[in-house]
């Protein structure tokens, strides 16, 4: 089986799950999609939510024990080899800012689904 994920998909929502001595990584997905506004179309992406407190998210999660830490540590080392980056610690990394929903967003979600945004 192949699996596609395309990096705008990608989020930084990430939890960790345990389960009957396995390790799961879960990355939760926000699909980017177009709504109209009155302003006309809009990009958004966030969480798939049918109303408050119905999370319909995609997610996918990476299974393993302490095996899927080399796994995923090979693949980030692949990537940096790809690009020839110096891997810059993520300590020391600006946070990302592509998971905040806008305000254009946020106005143009609760105009399809008021109440749907919770502050």
Known sequence: MRVNIYAE?????????????FTG?????YLP???QTTEGPKQVRG???HRPD?????AVTFWGKRDLRKVLKKMLAKLDEHYGDDPVPLATREPARDNTI???AEEALEELHPGIIRR
């Open 9 to 21: 998909e990608m989020s930084e929502d990430i939890e960790i799950i345990e389960k009957k001595g």
């Open 33 to 35: 999609t177009t709504v």
């Open 54 to 58: 119905d999370d319909d998210s995609a």
């Open 25 to 29: 990584l879960r990355l939760f997905l």
């Open 102 to 104: 806008s305000q254009a």
């Open 47 to 49: 969480k798939f939510m």
